[in-house]
């Protein structure tokens, strides 16, 4: 999909002791903001963010996120870092896979599954 536009949809996640968190949501979403736009044809187009563990998938906008997904509503979920998606790496491999499977690609800020 190289040269095409891509949409893209921002995943931002806090767990709920924000005391000790390195970043905030709101300094997650300037920085996944500019790293969009550094990226040529991608156009943000939804914006999910939880304050939830990372334990677990039952997080409401994390399910709103999957369901968007579900119906192509965008071509990548990118997040500030893969563990604001999950702490679990099983259940990041499998939320992956189920990307994948709907044509969505999967990147952090860091690095790229593709």
């Not at 702490?87 to 939320?95: F, I, T, V």
């Amino acid at each position: 999909m190289i040269g095409q536009p891509r949409r893209v949809a921002l995943y931002t996640r806090i767990s709920t002791d924000e005391a000790h968190q390195p970043y905030s949501l709101e300094a997650q979403r300037e920085r996944l903001t500019a790293f969009a736009a550094s990226q040529p044809d991608w156009r943000i187009v939804a914006r999910y963010s939880d304050t939830a563990s990372g334990k677990s998938l039952e997080r409401r906008w994390l399910r709103a996120a999957r369901e968007a997904a579900t119906a192509g509503a965008y071509d990548v979920l990118l997040v500030y870092r893969v563990d604001r998606l999950s702490r679990n790496l099983g259940q990041l491999a499998a939320l992956v896979e189920e990307l994948q499977g709907y044509g969505v690609a999967f990147r952090s800020g860091s690095c790229a599954i593709v």
